[in-house]
C-alpha cells in the first residue's frame, strides 16, 4: 500500500485505469492502491473495508467477503466461505475494486414488508435480504424502520452470516 493514497469510501478503482509511474509491476500485476480486506473509518466514524468485486455490486446491495478480500452479492446459494458481510453504497463493477460499509447506517436491500426488529436472513434474490423462514441467519444488520419499495433503512456493524 502506497502512502499516498487516500481514504474516499465513494471511489471505485478500475485496474485498468490505475497509476503504475510508481511501481515497477507489470501489466498483470497491477498495484492496488490499498490492501483486500484493509479497514478504514471516515471522518462521521462509519467503517469500511476495501474489497474486489467477484461479480458487479450495486449500490444498497448486501455482499459476502471471502477471506482473500473478493465480494459478491449475498444470496442464500453465495453465502458459503463468505461470513463476513458488508453493504455498497456505490456501486463496484465486476473486477474493479472499491469499498464495502461495514459498520454505519444508511439504506440497503431487503424485501419489502420487513420489518424493524425483525431477524433478517439471506435471500434468493442477489445482494437482498429478507425476513423469510428459509435461508441463512443475519446477524449484525438491523432495520429501523419497515422496509418498502425493496429498500430499508438501518443500521449494521460487523455484521455476519451464521451459518
Given at each position: ?5 487516500i ?12 497509476d ?6 507489470g501489466?498483470?500485476?497491477?498495484p ?14 462509519e467503517e ?7 461479480s ?13 478480500g473478493?465480494?459478491?452479492?449475498i ?5 458459503s466461505g ?5 453493504i ?10 472499491g469499498?464495502?460499509s461495514v ?16 431477524r433478517l ?5 442477489s ?12 446477524d ?6 419497515t ?12 455484521p455476519?452470516?451464521?451459518?
Open positions: 500500500m502506497g502512502g499516498a493514497n481514504f474516499n469510501p465513494e471511489l471505485v478503482h478500475d485496474p485498468d485505469e490505475l503504475l509511474s510508481n511501481s515497477d509491476k501489466n498483470d500485476d497491477l492496488l492502491p490499498f490492501d483486500a480486506g484493509q479497514r478504514m473509518t471516515d471522518e462521521a466514524g469500511w473495508m476495501f474489497i474486489t468485486a467477484g458487479a455490486i450495486s449500490e444498497g446491495s448486501v455482499a459476502g467477503i471471502n477471506a482473500a473478493s465480494a459478491v452479492p444470496t442464500t446459494n453465495t453465502v463468505r461470513n463476513r458481510l458488508g455498497c453504497k456505490t456501486a463496484i463493477p465486476n473486477g474493479h475494486s469499498w464495502l459498520k454505519g447506517s444508511g439504506t440497503f436491500n431487503v424485501i419489502t414488508g420487513a420489518t424493524a426488529g425483525q436472513k439471506t435471500h434468493t434474490t445482494g437482498r435480504l429478507g425476513n423469510a423462514a428459509a435461508g441463512t441467519n443475519i449484525g444488520i438491523s432495520l429501523t424502520a422496509a418498502s419499495g425493496n429498500k430499508g433503512v438501518g443500521i449494521w456493524s460487523n455476519i452470516a451464521v451459518e
